[in-house]
């Protein structure tokens, strides 16, 4: 589901300090309302909150808790999953900064 890929992509962005269900779920949904689709926020936390209990139930696993309540942020201390889709991001962000080429002005001087 596109959820699942939106959540860690914005796990990865926040980093160590991690993030709240709350502001996830803000993100989520801001990421997906349109001018045609307005999503569900509480279907949306529902399944933010599920993702990352699920996932975050084993020291091994992808996602942790920050040890505040209700706040979560990938585990790179003891999984090589998380440590490997933090370089693929960083990697992927430097080739998008690059092919963005510079805007070259072509209109028309009016005044000269």
Do not use: W
Request: glycine share 4%.
């Amino acid at each position: 589901m596109t959820y699942d890929k939106q959540i860690l992509q914005i796990l990865i962005e926040v980093g160590e300090k991690g993030i709240s269900v709350q502001q996830m779920s803000k993100h989520i949904f801001n990421q997906n309302v349109s001018l045609f689709y307005t999503p569900d926020f509480e279907e949306i936390r529902t399944y933010v909150q599920q993702y990352l209990l699920k996932n975050s139930k084993s020291d091994l696993s992808l996602i942790e808790s920050t040890g505040q309540r209700g706040c979560y942020r990938l585990n790179t201390q003891h999984n090589a999953d998380a440590r490997q889709l933090i370089i693929e991001f960083r990697e992927s962000r430097q080739t998008e900064e690059k092919e963005e080429k510079p805007a070259v002005d072509l209109s028309l001087d009016l005044f000269s």
